[in-house]
C-alpha cells in the first residue's frame, strides 16, 4: 500500500516562505508526473504546480516567479518551495502522484498565511 506523506505546513506572515515536502511511503514506479494542488475553503481544488518525468515544469499563473517545484526521483520525493507568501495562497495543499495505474493523493497539510 502506497501512502504520500506531506509536510511543511503551517502559519506564516505574508512575505514569508515555506517548504513543503511530499514522499511515497512505499514503492511506487513509473511515476509520470508529481504535482501540488491546493484548495481554499469554498473553493475548488486548483493545480499549482507539476514536474513531468522528463523534467518539463509548470505553474499556475498566480504563483509564477514565487512557488519553485523540484523533485527526488530516487527518493520519490518532491517539494514545493514558496517564498513572497501572500494571503490568497492561504489554502490545504495536496501532493499527486500520477502513474500509468494509479493516481496518489496525500493527506493535505494546511498553509495559512496571515498577519
Known amino acids: 500500500q502506497v501512502h504520500l506523506v506531506e509536510s511543511g505546513g503551517g502559519l506564516v506572515q505574508p512575505g514569508g516562505s515555506l517548504r513543503l515536502s511530499c514522499a511515497a511511503s512505499?514503492?511506487?514506479?513509473?511515476?509520470?508526473?508529481m504535482g501540488w494542488y491546493r484548495q481554499a475553503p469554498g473553493q475548488q481544488r486548483e493545480l499549482v504546480a507539476y514536474i513531468t518525468r522528463d523534467g518539463s515544469i509548470n505553474y499556475v499563473e498566480s504563483v509564477k516567479g514565487r512557488f519553485t517545484i523540484t523533485r527526488d526521483a530516487a527518493k520519490n520525493t518532491v517539494y514545493l518551495q514558496m517564498n513572497s507568501l501572500k494571503p490568497e495562497d492561504t489554502a490545504v495543499y495536496f501532493c499527486?502522484?500520477?502513474?500509468?495505474?494509479?493516481?496518489?493523493w496525500g493527506q493535505g497539510t494546511q498553509v495559512t498565511v496571515s498577519s
Open positions: 512505499g514503492s511506487i514506479f513509473s511515476i509520470n508526473i
Open positions: 499527486n502522484f500520477f502513474t500509468p495505474r494509479n493516481d496518489y
